[in-house]
């Protein structure tokens, strides 16, 4: 078990440098703290720094033979206007067409896929700015979320994710990027 956290914290900082954006591919990425199962990073994109929080799955499940690493994502980036953007990296190319499903508490979200782009093939996003508020709210009063999301190959997966330490992460995000 603690290779495998190991492992995930390890994947958590290379993930800043892959997932969230080029920019962030040549730049540094600073852990900014953890607290439970969520962790805090931010990095520079010119003279702004962005910041983000990540967690791994607690629990995984699928008929796959294969998988990368999953994530949930919530980012604050000012030089895109966002802020507590809720995204997912599946570590598998999602079925085209296809919604990832979120269920948290006795809500669920449907986030939408973008398969035929091969660089963002394996992520999910919010519809939109509110559906980031109404998540994150959900998250903040949550214990755990399960995604589900189809493989390009036609495998479904689910993913446990637990949700202690989420908000005391997330005042971490939003006291650093403020804006």
Same mark, same amino acid.
């Given at each position: 078990?603690?290779?495998?956290?190991?492992?995930?914290?390890? /994947?958590?900082?290379?993930?800043?440098?892959?997932? @969230?954006?080029?920019?962030? $591919?040549?730049? #540094?990425? @600073?852990?900014?703290?953890?607290?439970?199962?969520? %962790?805090?990073?931010?990095?520079?994109?010119?003279?702004?720094?962005?910041?983000? +929080?990540? /967690?791994?799955?607690?629990? /995984?499940?699928?008929?796959? #033979?294969?998988?990368?690493?999953?994530?949930?994502?919530?980012?604050?980036?000012? &030089?895109?206007?966002?802020?507590?953007?809720? $995204? =997912?990296?599946?570590?598998?190319? =999602?079925?085209?067409?296809? #919604?990832? $499903?979120?269920?948290?508490?006795?809500?669920? =979200?449907?986030? =939408?896929?973008?398969?035929?782009?091969?660089?963002?093939?394996?992520?999910?996003? &919010?519809?939109?700015?509110?559906?980031?508020?109404? +998540?994150?709210?959900?998250?903040?009063?949550?214990?755990?979320?399960?995604? %589900?999301?189809? /493989?390009?190959?036609? &495998?479904?997966?689910?993913? *446990?994710? $637990?949700?202690?330490?989420? *908000?005391?992460?997330? %005042?971490?995000?939003?006291?650093?990027?403020?804006?």
């Amino acid at each position: 078990m603690r290779r495998m956290r190991a492992r995930a914290v390890g /994947s958590l900082v290379w993930l800043g440098l892959v997932v @969230i954006g080029g920019a962030a $591919s040549a730049q #540094t990425v @600073i852990p900014g703290g953890e607290n439970g199962d969520w %962790k805090a990073y931010t990095f520079k994109k010119g003279d702004v720094t962005v910041c983000y +929080m990540a /967690s791994a799955p607690k629990k /995984s499940a699928g008929d796959y #033979t294969r998988r990368g690493n999953a994530y949930a994502l919530v980012t604050n980036d000012a &030089t895109t206007g966002g802020r507590g953007e809720v $995204s =997912f990296v599946a570590g598998y190319p =999602f079925r085209q067409n296809s #919604t990832v $499903s979120v269920a948290i508490g006795g809500r669920t =979200f449907e986030l =939408f896929t973008k398969a035929e782009d091969p660089d963002k093939a394996d992520k999910a996003w &919010t519809q939109g700015p509110e559906d980031d508020r109404d +998540m994150v709210e959900a998250m903040i009063n949550g214990a755990d979320m399960i995604v %589900k999301g189809m /493989s390009a190959r036609g &495998t479904e997966t689910v993913d *446990t994710y $637990s949700l202690i330490g989420f *908000t005391a992460t997330k %005042k971490v995000i939003d006291k650093t990027c403020p804006k």
